[in-house]
């Protein structure tokens, strides 16, 4: 054994991977829910041990983007992928520096049109084309008042309110303001919805309560995403950079042996419904969350075969991992053992055979108990560390 892989081990061995009581939700981490997330803390503690700074990280399970807002913090440069367009959306946010233009195009126009929504245009906002849009009875936005989905899901007084917000946000010509904005809406579409707040999967309730209107709503929600932007722009260095696409990372367009490492999270087999839990945003932005469920990884939760299915695409998912990985470099995974058709999937088990499989050699695996992770039903975590040989 190297004196480098045993110095890894060591500092792998020292680490508390439990990170009870930590604050997980600083800077950007916290701007919009995404189900699944792994702690920042886990990412940082790997990237540190793994990588220099200056390196090039890349997290092909990328969701909402906290393996690469930790890797930016720490003067990595990164690339992130994802089939997710709502995980890409939040992780383009999460790690954006924002200029001061875009911010103040942002508080100068978008925040002025939206107080004019909340006081039922009572206030005279002049020059601002967001502001005249809302006004215009042709809004390409009104055929979601008569939509069937449109109207299950959001009372009539919420929808119509809603479609006047988005209006808002399509004019927005900026694309880094578009993004922004675009989250701060989506943050808001399942609270202002019919969906049940008791599960974290997207029930309809038919006794739902009668719904607030969603512009103070919208508006506080932008508020705190601008606000963790300029808290942000303080914190990244200057001479880091992201990349972040919408790809398959069965097939990335990333050259051979182009990565110093690799810090991910997979996803859990069948246990979280990735795209069901962002339906409402996903289907409103104009995707089709049942089409992106049967192409993510670990979709198709209810099929006999999602075992099956998911294998066939870890199989692959590694044999492109090694292709990427510069040689003597290594790569992290955080897994967790998940109950799939009544029985427990070792995906643990299936992680070091198929890394072993593709090429690579196991360094050594931490396990953590998850203290701090809501609901802890899966127990035990597995922290993986691998590497490409030299």
């Known amino acids: 054994m190297s ?14 991977w439990e990170f009870e009581g ?10 919009h829910r995404y189900s699944g997330k792994f702690i920042p803390q886990i990412a940082h503690e790997a990237i540190a041990i793994l990588s220099k700074p200056q390196d090039t990280i890349f997290d092909p399970y990328a969701g909402s983007g906290t393996a690469l807002l930790e890797a930016m913090l720490m003067g990595r440069n990164v690339i992130g992928i994802d089939l997710n367009p709502l995980a890409i959306l939040i992780a383009r946010v999460k790690t954006m520096r924002a200029t001061d233009e875009v911010i103040a ?42 939509d069937e989905w449109h109207t299950k899901w959001f009372q009539s007084h919420v929808l119509e309110q809603l479609i006047q917000l988005f209006d808002i946000v399509e004019c927005i010509q900026n694309e880094q303001a578009k993004h922004i904005v675009t989250v701060a809406f989506s943050d808001i579409l399942r609270r202002s919805s019919n969906a049940s707040s008791k599960y974290p999967n997207v ?5 739902c309560k009668r719904k607030p209107l969603p512009a103070p709503l919208f508006f506080e929600s932008l508020r705190f995403v601008v606000g963790r932007l300029k808290e942000l722009s303080d914190k990244l260095p200057d001479n880091v950079t992201a990349e972040i696409k919408l790809c398959n990372n069965l097939h990335t367009e990333l050259a051979d042996n182009s990565v110093d490492a690799i810090v991910t999270h997979p996803p859990y087999i069948a246990a979280i419904p990735y795209a069901e ?3 409402i945003s996903l289907h409103w932005l104009g995707n089709n969350e049942r089409a992106l469920d049967k192409e993510l990884t670990g979709g198709r939760r209810h099929s006999n075969k999602v075992v099956d299915l998911f294998a066939e695409d870890y199989k692959k998912f590694f044999a492109e991992c090694y292709r990427v990985l510069k040689p003597g470099k290594f790569a992290f995974l955080m897994v967790g053992n998940p109950t799939s ?12 055979d198929y890394a072993k499989n593709a090429g690579f050699e196991h360094v050594t695996t931490a396990i953590r108990k998850g203290m701090n992770r809501r609901g802890n039903r899966m127990g035990e975590e597995y922290l993986i560390f691998i590497q490409k040989p030299e």
Do not use: C
């Open 3 to 16: 004196d480098n892989i045993s110095n890894i081990i060591e500092k792998i061995n020292n680490t508390n």
């Open 22 to 31: 930590a604050d997980t939700q600083y800077l950007t981490h916290n701007i």
């Open 105 to 146: 195009e942002i508080e100068r126009e978008v925040i002025p049109s939206i107080i004019n929504i909340m006081s039922d245009g009572q206030i005279s906002i002049f020059d601002l084309p967001v502001a005249e849009l809302v006004t215009d009875k042709t809004s390409p936005n009104h055929w979601r008042e008569t």
């Open 203 to 207: 029930m309809y309730d038919k006794n």
């Open 277 to 279: 839990y962002g339906s």
């Open 341 to 352: 058709n009544g029985e427990v999937v070792p995906l643990n088990t299936m992680t070091a």
